[in-house]
């Protein structure tokens, strides 16, 4: 069955440093998603890409970040200075045409 | 007020025994999502509802479109079982979720 492929799984990075975290989609996918789940907490949007452009973005999805498509098939989330805070799981989320939601395995944050 | 919410929070359960795991929103919606996240972190989608009922081995989710109500039934529960199940709301096709808080659920031996 195809998979969304996220490396790393986990990331250990100093505070203020940025990083970029990487997401495979399935490849006959259209829709993007980064989402993040603070340890404890439910899971949040982040932010949704369609065309090679942000289709929607959340109040977190601030100018600390970014994301991009940059050959087509990969899909990277940049976070360019990390903050404590920004720690958590990113999930990377892709839809194709009459596919449900799949989920990546996800890549854990640790900002130290 | 949250968009998803779901019940109960923790769950523990005896192996063998029936589970049911609710989950109710409060916005129009496209589908409903049942997903699974075990202990590791990755989640894994186990059903995609729109109306009715859908089976998939041990596991059940139906919903209540008119009620915005969905529940996942597990029969015959057993330890491997154990995880985080989460409800997720989809309003619109190709949109963002909106995930529900999660239901832990412990299954003993």
């Known amino acids: 069955e195809p998979e969304v492929t996220q490396t790393p799984s986990h990331q250990v990075t100093q505070m203020g440093q940025e990083v970029i975290l990487r997401c495979v989609p399935i490849s006959n996918h259209l829709y993007f998603y980064w989402y993040r789940q603070i340890l404890g907490q439910k899971v949040e949007f982040l932010v949704s890409f369609y065309n090679n452009e942000i289709s929607e973005k959340s109040e977190i999805f601030d100018d600390q970040f970014s994301v991009e498509r940059p050959d087509g098939s990969n899909f990277t989330l940049k976070i360019r200075s990390t903050k404590l805070e920004d720690s958590a799981m990113y999930f990377c989320a892709s839809i194709g045409t009459g596919t449900g939601y799949t989920f990546g395995s996800g890549t854990r944050l640790t900002v130290v | 007020k949250n968009e998803v919410e779901q019940s109960p929070q923790n769950l523990t359960a005896q192996e063998g025994e029936f589970i049911t795991i609710n989950c109710s929103y409060s916005v129009g919606i496209s589908a409903l999502h049942w997903l699974q996240q075990h202990p590791g972190g990755g989640i894994v989608s186990l059903f995609m509802?729109?109306?009715g009922k859908k089976k998939h081995g041990r596991l059940i989710a139906t919903i209540n479109i008119q009620e915005k109500h969905s529940s996942l039934h597990i029969t015959a529960s057993h330890p491997r079982d154990s995880a985080v199940y989460i409800c997720a709301a989809q309003k619109t096709s190709y949109d963002k979720v909106i995930f529900g808080p999660g239901t832990s659920l412990s299954v003993i031996p």
């Open positions: 509802l729109s109306s």
